[in-house]
């Protein structure tokens, strides 16, 4: 577990570069919001609209900053797109170490 108070630089200097090694993987994390299936659109829009302006936040951004996480905003469409072209790349990861058929 990371002390989420923990300086990214000096975590930076302990941990492993991957590449260095020979691998050619990034992984992440990532703060996100999601929803039931089937959930009204109207409900949904509600969300997206107040987690925007969350985002948009200088309390936010600070936040998040001092914690040191990069900020990318992907609407609710980006955000379906991006875990599909993730997923599929970490089934070829996976495959590639024999870990998934």
Do not use: H
């Amino acid at each position: 577990m990371l002390d989420a108070d923990t300086d990214r630089a000096d975590l930076e200097l302990r941990l492993t570069d991957l590449a260095a090694g020979g691998v050619d993987f990034v992984a992440c994390s990532m703060p996100e919001v999601a929803a039931p299936k089937g959930l009204p659109k109207e409900i949904a829009t509600q969300y997206e609209t107040a987690i925007k302006k969350v985002w948009d936040s200088a309390e936010f951004k600070e936040f998040m900053n001092r914690r040191g996480f990069d900020m990318i905003y992907l609407d609710s469409a980006g955000f379906a797109e991006f875990m599909k072209a993730d997923n599929e790349d970490n089934g070829k990861a996976l495959k590639s170490l024999g870990l998934a058929k």
